[in-house]
């Protein structure tokens, strides 16, 4: 049963950066691309970006441009998501997901991790 | 750029039909997947490629798509499917997954 597990919540300052992990279980690492998307307290939700956990390419989503870094760590089944230069507006939850029915970043994410809130504050 | 839009709301009695509209242009070409999300929790899909359930999603849930309206139909609706409800596309043109803004579905 694939699984994803994700970090624990943070609190950071304007200004700063965040890295947020997902590591994934129950299935080979590198057989699905994994998509970042996030939810600030009572809105919706707005893709981030995904990563092919194989070759390591990426893809953004044009406002988080310059700013977003997806990487892995296939050793340890693992995929990161770093957040720069943060304000305010980046607090939200942040989410990792994975398409299993169509192996692809651009499908339908059935498999999601459990969610890390990030809290940016001064 | 190419935008979703969905009702704020929806209001619907137990055991009644709910329909959640999700509008764009011609999105009826596009393949749409849809998302339920209860408070505190990761969605979870629940609709993908217009009318295809994952495995464990009742066959209340229902899906179809055509001109410029994909909607998401829930049958014998019940407390429990109390929840909001995404919408989701791919976008070929600027290679962007989009979301709609969500729907809250409301049981009476």
């Known amino acids: 049963q694939e699984q994803l597990v994700q970090s624990g919540a943070e609190a950071k300052k304007p200004g700063a950066s965040v890295k947020v992990s997902c590591k994934a279980s129950g299935y080979t690492f590198t057989s699905y691309d994994i998509t970042w998307v996030r939810q600030a307290t009572g809105q919706g939700l707005e893709w981030m970006g995904w990563?092919?956990?194989?070759?390591?390419?990426?893809g953004y989503a044009q406002k988080f441009q310059g700013r977003v870094t997806m990487t892995r760590h296939t050793a340890i089944n693992t995929a990161y998501m770093e957040l720069s230069s943060l304000t305010s507006e980046d607090t939200a939850v942040y989410y990792c997901?994975?398409?299993?029915?169509?192996?692809?970043?651009?499908?339908?994410?059935?498999?999601w991790g459990q969610g890390a809130t990030v809290t940016v504050s001064s | 750029s190419y935008v979703l839009t969905q009702p704020p709301s929806v209001s619907v009695a137990p055991g009644q039909t709910a329909k959640i509209t999700c509008e764009g242009n011609?999105?009826?070409?596009?393949?749409v997947h849809w998302y339920q999300q209860k408070p505190g929790r990761a969605p979870v899909l629940v609709v993908y490629d217009v009318s295809d359930r994952p495995s464990g999603i009742p066959e209340r849930f229902s899906g179809s798509n055509s001109g410029n309206t994909a909607t998401l139909t829930i049958a014998r609706v019940e407390a429990g499917d109390e929840a909001a409800y995404y919408c989701h596309v791919w976008d070929g043109s600027s290679y962007h997954v989009l979301f709609g803004g969500g729907t809250k579905l409301t049981v009476l």
């Open positions: 990563m092919n956990p194989n070759t390591g390419d990426t």
């Open positions: 011609n999105i009826g070409r596009k393949n």
């Open positions: 997901a994975i398409c299993t029915l169509v192996a692809a970043a651009t499908g339908p994410m059935d498999v």
